[in-house]
């Protein structure tokens, strides 16, 4: 990687951990209806938490996980997530690096992207599986930042991801403006919401409405990556939900009537076909001949 591209990468993963702070705030306030302005206390004492001492990770070091005034145990969650996020969010960054030229007008328009996606992607992931439901005050006005995200990318770039090589497609783009990434994301959006839909019509105890509105910000994502991302990230999100659903009823940790939060696997299969997807769809249509 140049310099250039290492010092976006470690501020990525700065920007991450501050992130990761926030969305603690976000996954445990939006659900239990707290507003988000208002100020930091213990859960245990009612306290002012000092904002030095809501710095990432450093402030639970600090405090060595225990409140301040009543010394409360403050969970390793926190930290762990802060963590998770600028790892996550570095991860990304290095990804694009190492694909294409950093700080083009479209380089930072797909980080852009893919960065919301992956804030979306840790709080949604833990919003579900603490309350099993994926709140539209999050899933909708991410989906709306998404398609915006991509407008502007297409504005100041002239075109989004090539339709050959997913987040590999970050070379300078052709002249004019290319508005099919974008049209591909929308009806991607569409596709994966009425087959969710359909879905929870046929087995409304299977599948709520949140997913579908998820459903349709994932396809969104998958669809301006291509559509072997679209094809292969829905179906890593059944794969892999599959997989974990048949673990736990051999585990005895659940039956086959047990509800398991579906959201995190969307979204881990989502990730799965930005990554991989335009790559195996790239094979199967070499393997078809």
Excluded: H
């Excluded at 992931?125 to 991509?150: E, H, Y």
């Excluded at 290319?178 to 019509?201: C, E, K, Q, T």
């Amino acid at each position: 990687m140049t310099p250039l591209a290492i010092f976006i990468a470690v501020w990525a993963g700065v920007f991450g951990l501050a992130i990761g702070s926030f969305l603690n705030v976000v996954a445990y306030r939006v659900p239990a209806g707290i507003p988000l302005t208002r100020e930091s206390r213990c859960p245990g004492c009612d306290a002012p938490i000092a904002w030095w001492r809501n710095v990432p990770v450093v402030g639970w070091l600090a405090l060595r996980g225990r409140c301040a005034d009543c010394r409360m145990p403050i969970s390793i969650r926190y930290p762990f997530i802060e963590l998770t996020t600028g790892v996550l969010f570095a991860a990304v960054a290095v990804g694009l690096a190492l694909t294409g030229t950093a700080a083009t007008p479209r380089f930072w328009g797909v980080l852009a992207i893919l960065e919301v996606f992956a804030a979306l992607s840790v709080v949604l992931t833990l919003i579900d599986l603490d309350v099993k439901r994926l709140p539209n005050a999050i899933v909708l006005p991410g989906w709306a930042a998404v398609v915006v995200l991509m407008l502007v990318t297409t504005l100041v770039s002239g075109a989004g991801p090539s339709t050959g090589s997913g987040t590999q497609a970050l070379s300078s783009g052709a002249a004019g403006l290319d508005w099919w990434p974008l049209l591909r994301a929308l009806i991607g959006g569409a596709a994966l919401f009425l087959l969710y839909d359909i879905v929870r019509w046929i087995s409304p105890r299977g599948m709520g409405g949140g997913d579908v509105k998820l459903a349709g910000l994932v396809g969104t994502v998958l669809g301006w990556f291509g559509w072997g991302a679209l094809v292969v990230g829905a179906f890593a999100a059944f794969a892999l939900g599959g997989v974990f659903g048949i673990a736990l009823i051999i585990a005895g940790r659940a039956k086959r009537s047990s509800g398991i939060p579906f959201g995190p696997w969307m979204l881990a299969g989502a990730w799965v076909g930005i990554l991989v997807g335009e790559r195996v769809g790239e094979w199967y249509a070499g393997f078809l001949g």
